[in-house]
Structures are given as C-alpha cells and as structure tokens.
C-alpha cells in the first residue's frame, strides 16, 4: 500500500506540473488541453507501457523452445527465480543491442515483461545474469514497473511542451507572459527530470535489495553491476540515446557511466550499490546456484538470430 501510494504522488506531481506548464503557456485553455494530453497519457502508460517500451527497443520474445541453449539457460532462470518469488512467469524479451542492460516493464504483475540486451548474455556469466534479473524481478514484485514506464511517458512530454513555449507568443500577450513562458522552457524539464531522477535512485537501492533476496546471491549482483557499467562506458546504446527519457527503466544508466550520486544522475553510484551488495552478502546464505561449467566467459560470443 505504501509503495502504491508513492507511485500515485509521483504521477500525480508529474501530471500537475504538465498541466501547470499549459497554464503558463496558454491560460486556461492551455491548462485544459494540457489536462486532457495528461490524463490521456496517464490512461494509454498504464494500458500499453510494455508494448510501448518493448517496441521502442526492437524487443523480440523467446521462450524455452530458442535454439540457443544460452537463450534457453536464461529464460529458465527467469522463469525458476519468478515462481520462487511468488510472481507469475513473465514474458521474456531479448534487446538486439551489444550494451549489457536489462529493464522490467508491465502495468503489474501478472502483466510483466523482462528484457535483456544481448549484450548482456554475452559478457556476462550465468550467475551474473540471475543476479541481474531477480534486479528486474524485484521491480516487478515492488510494482516499479508501471510507475518508472508512465513517467518517462510524461516526463518526455513536458519537455516537449516546455519547448513549445519558445515558439508560442500571442498577440496581446505582454513582456511578463513571455519570461513565464520562458521560465517554463527552461525550469520544467528540470523539474521533470529531478522527479524522474529520484524515482530511480531510491527504487534502484529497493531493487538491489530485493534482486539479492531472490537469487540468493548478493554477490552476483554486485559483480554485475561492476562489469555492466565497465562495460556501458565503451558500448553506446543506439536506442537509448534517441530516447533518454526511458534511461531510469535499466539497472545501469544506459547514457553514461557517471560514478557519484547527484541530482542529475538516473541511478545511485555503482560503488554505494555495490557496498550495500556486499554487506548484505556477509548475512544472508546463498541458495542453490547454476552447477560450475554453466557460465559464458565475459569474452565469449555465442552465435544466434541477432549476430
């Protein structure tokens, strides 16, 4: 109940400010029509945000049945650690893309989706990839998923109206109605982005936690984690860079790999995550993991329908 709670606030503080922005831009007709996008796109993010995101990244659905025996590993893992978790089996995506990164979405639950770039099965060993993706699982037990998709939806389109204020100037509008509909370019993408910031910084720690509760391996994860910013630095990810309002949805920033907590970063430093890993793993026993001679060397390349 806490966590719905937060989720409505947040979406509500989003919706305000892109109503609010309409108001400055143009009156209350500008308010109304800002009220109506809103709530129209609060409606088409909670029926459609896995469709939406899955396709902006050329997601394609596998299941037990792929050719690849790496595939197969990885959507049994998912679905093993899901029924563990109590969570129903969610449909698994993989990303053509060579950046290792994963993100969860789904209005719930029993809506879920995972996906994982290529990348990531690639250079990553099977402990690794478990620890990654009871990270997503997490989410969807938290009911992350629905929260971090719709405000990337509305925190892109206050931008883009926030925008449009440079070019919109009425006739009978005077000096002051222009520095408000300046002040609003300029300060409402940053409100945007702050909210969308926090969301994901204080959901990645909830996550962390929650991934190493799940596999049983807080080292895995935090040995991840390491490795995929490492190697997001050098690999950019084409998709993400055309849609950066999504870039809080992944475990690592997908944008770049800045290491400090700060208002302008989308997740917590790599090094507190990784801290906070590694304590947990000094108290909690780990279950049964893959059986040695399962994992794929960080070099490796396994063949199959992306490359």
Known sequence: MRNQIKTFALLAALTALFVGAGYL?????????????G?????????????????????????????DPLVRNFVADVHEMAAGAGLPAPRVFIIPSEQPNAFATGRDPAHAAVAANLG????????????????????????????????????????????????????????????EAIAVAILAPIAAALVQMAISRGR?????RGGAEISGDPQALASALQKIEAYARGIPNIAAEHNPATSHMFIINPLSGEGADNLFSTHPATRNRVAALMEMAGRTPARARPAAGTAVPASGHRPGPWG
């Open 25 to 37: 831009i143009g009156g209350p007709t500008g308010m109304a029509v800002a009220l109506a996008i």
């Open 204 to 208: 990645e720690y909830e996550a962390d």
């Open 120 to 179: 990531l099965l690639r250079m990553l060993d099977r402990r690794e990839i478990r620890g990654v993706m009871a990270h997503e699982l997490a989410h969807v037990r938290n009911r992350d998923t629905l929260t971090m998709t719709v405000t990337a939806t509305i925190a892109g389109a206050v931008s883009a109206l926030a925008n449009f204020a440079f070019f919109f100037r009425g006739g009978d509008r005077d000096r002051a109605s222009g520095l």
């Open 39 to 67: 709530v129209a796109m609060n409606a088409v993010g909670y029926w459609n945000a896995d469709k939406i995101v899955l396709s902006m990244y050329q997601a394609e659905p596998v299941d037990g049945t792929h050719p």
